[in-house]
């Protein structure tokens, strides 16, 4: 199965907050824009700080309180989704481009340690 690695507490909005957009800045030629399907969330090492004006974002976006940057699991699959989509502009409060994967069917999955890579990539079958 394919995975995207992505950054938390994003990985985290995705799975609990109904976060329906992941932006990247990838070029329009770049292959995976053209992905479709089912993906797992690999949350990656690397985490965006996590400053009051987001968490106040959050709460207010979504009605959700984001866990503290130690509560929240890096460095493995955490769960999966469904790419139905890739937009230039979009109305959902997630957008901020230049473009979107637009996700649905959330669902997190029992943190499973594995490393991740740039762009979508083959998953490591589970043990």
């Known amino acids: 199965m394919k995975a995207l690695s992505i950054r938390q507490p994003w990985a985290w909005l995705i799975l609990h907050a109904g976060k329906n957009i992941e ?35 959050v709460r207010a976006t979504s009605g959700v309180d984001l866990p503290r940057s130690d509560e929240l699991p890096r460095g493995g699959i955490v769960g999966q989704v469904n790419v139905i989509d890739v937009v230039r502009a979009s109305s959902s409060p997630w957008f901020e481009g230049p473009c979107g994967l637009v996700l649905t069917d959330a669902k997190p999955l029992p943190f499973r340690p594995s490393r991740g890579m740039l762009g979508f990539y083959n998953a490591p079958p589970e043990r």
């Open 23 to 57: 932006n990247r800045d990838w070029q329009p030629r770049n292959p995976a824009l053209r992905f479709r399907g089912t993906c797992l969330v690999h949350a990656g090492i690397a985490l965006q700080p996590i400053s009051d004006e987001l968490r106040a974002w």
